[in-house]
């Protein structure tokens, strides 16, 4: 059973550079989502899908673009990527509105930006 | 939007001592959960709540939901060394499936 998986696992980006996060759910979820995790800051939320076809800003989307290009998979795009988005990155599935449903979570990209 | 203030952000205790940790919400929690994270890994699922009073225990870890709703918090007996790691809460924005987190809590156990 994947649940939910991410690649890659470990990145260093020169300032400047592009790069695309990759994620993808096998579980049949509406909702996706990418956080950053950055020391004493918990988890923020980037953006998120509710379905195919839509995204929207969470509460640090400056900087990123994504695409939710089918239900299974929803990327994160640095189109310039700068040291302030080192981080650790977590994309996320869910089923709003299941009972008892639970978040499922990637295991992480940490991404340096140098 | 809704706001998780986790307390203590830090805790360390003795090995064999209880401990708590809790989850203050600015609005009302339309689903709590609480996560575990090991140091450079990744998020593993502990418990979700639901209702105002719900409590649910695995092993030696009970969280609790309070009865308004606004407030969560979780309980570990006996504390091992396994139970070190960092504490997450998480809740759904009033339904608006946009899931918010506290900012962690760090637990370490001493020997």
């Known amino acids: 059973n994947a649940g939910v998986t991410q690649t890659p696992k470990f990145q260093v980006l020169k300032t400047g550079q592009s790069m695309t996060l990759q994620c993808a759910q096998d579980?049949?979820?509406?909702?996706m989502y990418w956080y950053r995790q950055d020391p004493g800051m918990g988890l923020r939320l980037i953006y998120y899908?509710?379905?195919?076809?839509?995204?929207d800003k969470g509460e640090v989307p400056n900087g990123y673009n994504v695409s939710r290009l089918n239900k299974r998979e929803f990327s994160l795009r640095l189109e310039s990527a700068a040291p302030s988005q080192t981080s650790v990155y977590f994309c996320a599935s869910n089923e709003p509105g299941r009972s008892g449903n639970t978040i499922y979570f990637g295991e992480g990209s940490w991404l340096t930006v140098v | 939007s809704q706001e998780l203030e986790q307390s203590p952000q830090s805790l360390i205790v003795q090995e064999g001592k209880n401990l708590t940790i809790n989850c203050t919400s600015s609005?009302?929690?339309?689903?709590l959960y609480w996560y575990k994270q090991k140091y450079g890994e990744g998020l593993i699922f502990l418990m979700m709540?639901?209702?105002?009073?719900e409590e649910k225990s695995h092993e030696k870890i009970t969280a609790k939901l309070d009865e308004k709703k606004q407030q969560s918090s979780l309980h570990i007996t006996a504390s091992q060394p396994s139970h070190a790691g960092i504490y997450l809460c998480?809740?759904?924005?009033?339904?608006?499936?946009?899931?918010?987190f506290g900012q962690g809590t760090r637990l370490t156990i001493n020997p």
């Open positions: 998480g809740a759904d924005n009033q339904g608006a499936q946009k899931l918010v």
């Open positions: 709540l639901q209702k105002g009073g």
């Open positions: 899908s509710a379905s195919e076809g839509t995204t």
């Open positions: 579980m049949n979820h509406n909702s």
């Open positions: 609005k009302t929690l339309y689903g």
